[in-house]
């Protein structure tokens, strides 16, 4: 069936170092791909999303790459802070017909000050 | 304030006996849906409902059932509950406008069944 693999499970950085976690996709119908931020306790929340027709997006340190091909895409956060230690999720679901959205099984961000 | 209500937060009930989450959203969202988050597996989604009245399987459904008798709501009922859907339960709604988009969740339901 669908799924989306991410890795690493967990990752640890040393502040003001990039993190970069990976996702991989099987619904080759998958056109949007949005990352989900969870602090220990809370609700994930939307830090970025990207649609099939861009290849990257950025948003200050945060930035998102896209690979159809490869059916890959990526979180890169550069000069990490204590702030950001979090789980992220990222996430695909098809634009049409159905709105399943298949989530990745997460990665344990630790920023090291 | 734009939010997602999830009732009750926590919760320990014993196997077997009915218990229904409720869920309700105030931002006029067509799209709602359900999630179990368990450790090591992510977010997996239970079902969803893309309007009133229309209703589907998400990828772990079974012991769970849910309506949308109104757009604001959408419960999850658990007729039969047994230990292993112990977990933590979101409800999340987004505005499609016919794609998908932001998943609003709300804070989140505790649900330990003995």
């Known amino acids: 069936g669908e799924n989306v693999e991410q890795h690493p499970s967990t990752l640890s950085v040393q502040e003001g170092d990039s993190a970069v976690i990976k996702c991989t996709y099987s619904d080759s119908a998958s056109n949007y791909f949005p990352w989900y931020k969870q602090e220990l306790g809370k609700r994930p929340q939307l830090i970025i999303d990207i649609r099939s027709n861009v290849g990257e997006k950025k948003d200050q340190r945060i930035a998102v790459t896209l690979n159809k091909t490869a059916k890959h895409f990526s979180l890169h956060i550069t000069e990490t802070q204590p702030e950001d230690s979090a789980v992220y999720f990222c996430a695909a679901s098809p634009t049409s017909g159905t709105y399943k959205y298949i989530f990745g099984t997460g990665t344990r961000l630790k920023v090291l000050a | 304030e734009a939010q997602v209500t999830q009732n009750p937060r926590y919760l320990i009930t014993v196997t077997g006996k009915k218990l229904t989450v409720t869920c309700s959203q105030n931002?006029?969202?067509?799209?709602m849906s359900w999630y179990r988050q368990d450790p090591g597996l992510g977010l997996r989604q239970i079902y969803y409902?893309?309007?009133?009245?229309?209703?589907d399987k998400g990828d772990v459904p079974e012991g769970y059932k849910v309506s949308r008798k109104e757009k604001r709501n959408f419960p999850l009922i658990l007729e039969s509950p047994s230990p292993n859907q112990t977990s933590l339960y979101f409800c999340a709604s987004s505005l499609p406008s016919g794609r998908p988009g932001e998943l609003f969740f709300g804070e989140g339901s505790r649900l330990t069944v003995l």
């Open positions: 931002m006029n969202h067509e799209y």
């Open positions: 409902s893309m309007n009133v009245e229309v209703t």
